[in-house]
């Protein structure tokens, strides 16, 4: 027997009340009915913010790769122009 229906038996009045939905023995199919209806919208509810958090960290990876390369090519630039540099400042 599950724990919850040895509540029940054992204290004899609603052994959860869970977001305003109460669990009794006399209505337990119309609360299996709400709270799975809960569960599935609350379930449905973390897989869209688990699916918009893997869509943005997919975005933040691209940023980090766009940067990276722009990181690559202004070290290129500045190596390029460093010796040009200090060929100039000899001169002087």
Known sequence: M???KLLQKQHNHPAIK??????SQSDNQVADVHLTQY???HFQHIHENIRDSQNEV?????QVVD?????D???ALL????PQQNSNQ???
């Open 2 to 4: 599950s724990t919850l």
């Open 18 to 23: 869970f977001a305003g939905l109460h669990y």
């Open 39 to 41: 569960f599935q919208i």
């Open 58 to 62: 997919k975005q933040l990876q691209q």
């Open 67 to 71: 940067l990276n390369i722009k990181l």
């Open 73 to 75: 090519k202004l070290s």
């Open 79 to 82: 190596a390029y122009l460093a």
């Open 90 to 92: 000899a001169g002087h």
